[in-house]
Structure formats: C-alpha cells, structure tokens
C-alpha cells in the first residue's frame, strides 16, 4: 500500500523474469534500515525489493550443505532451499536460516555470507533478544538459545509444549513467547 497514492501494489511471480519475486509462494517479509524489503520464499531463495527505486535482487542461499552422514543430509528434495527464517541482528548482519537446517550469516547487504551453522532440523524461526542472546527454534529439534539446547521433557511442564518450534516473540519487558506445533 502506497499513502500517497491510496493505492496497492500487487506483486506476482511471472516465469521467464521480469517479477519483482521469484515465487507466489512467499513466507515473511523484513524490513531493513534502508528500506529494503527482503521476502523469504518457499523454495525459491530470497527477494530483495526495493520499493524506492523499483529495484529487485534475487538472493539464494549457497547449496553446499551438511556432510554426508550429518543428521541433517537427509533433508533435501525440490524445496531444500525454501528459506523459512530471517530476521536482523544488532550488528545489521542478516540472519537466514532455510529447510535443510543451514543457517547463514550475511552481511547487511546480503551480498557476502559471513558464516555458516549446520543444524538437524529445518530452521523455522531465527531472532535476536534485547540482551544479544540468539533464538533459533527448530522443525523436530527444539529451541537454541545461543548455545544451550532445549526440547520437549515429557512430564515436565516448564520445558517446551513440542520440539516442532515455528515462532516466538518477545512481548513486555523481554518475555519470549514461543509458539510451538503441538
């Protein structure tokens, strides 16, 4: 939606180039400080649309995965590359994570990775706290808070309701709501 026009712009994928996205399949949106809008897709990488110049960049994740044997090799197939998580961190590094557990670490323009995470499970959610401590919640997997793993415990209820982590936010005063399937 454009305030000064009062109108909408509808964005759609066409084959063959020429679409400001490269997938109708779209998952979340971030804005960065330039005002750049990066758009997650389902199998199609990411789409960088910048709505002041008209100007999009189309970013897809290396392939290079797991090693062979790592829990998470087995995770492939037509959508392995379906980005699922980005968010911004406080350094203005962009945080990507995808459906075959990779986690990436790009500089603020998206144009060099910065470093690479494996993990065993899909990446469905990837933030940073207000105290700089890392969340990434898991397909299967749990919840990563920096470097501490926590899953479901069953009859314990102060552990996570179900390892299938897919959102969280962080409400008042730092609390972190975490949404889980399950």
Request: charged residues 20%; hydrophobic residues 30%; aromatic residues 10%.
């Amino acid at each position: 939606y454009n305030p000064v026009t009062n109108q909408t712009n509808h964005f759609t994928y066409q084959p063959g180039g020429g679409s400001p996205i490269n997938s109708n399949s779209l998952g979340y949106l971030l804005e960065d400080r330039s005002g750049c809008v990066w758009i997650t897709t389902g199998s199609a990488g990411i789409a960088s649309l910048s709505i002041l110049n008209e100007n999009v960049t189309r970013i897809i994740p290396p392939q290079p995965g797991p090693e062979p044997g790592h829990p998470a090799s087995g995770l492939g197939g037509e959508n392995a590359n379906a980005v699922r998580a980005i968010s911004l961190n406080s350094k203005g590094e962009i945080l990507v994570g995808n459906r075959k557990g990779q986690l990436y670490t790009y500089d603020s323009n998206l144009q060099k990775v910065l470093r690479t995470e494996h993990f065993t499970a899909p990446i469905f959610k990837v933030v940073e706290d207000a105290e700089g401590r890392r969340w990434v919640g898991s397909n299967w997997e749990g919840l990563y808070i920096d470097n501490r793993h926590y899953r479901h415990q069953p009859g314990d209820s102060t552990s996570l309701a179900f390892d299938k982590v897919f959102d969280f936010f962080s409400a008042y005063r730092g609390r972190m709501w975490i949404a889980t399937f399950g």
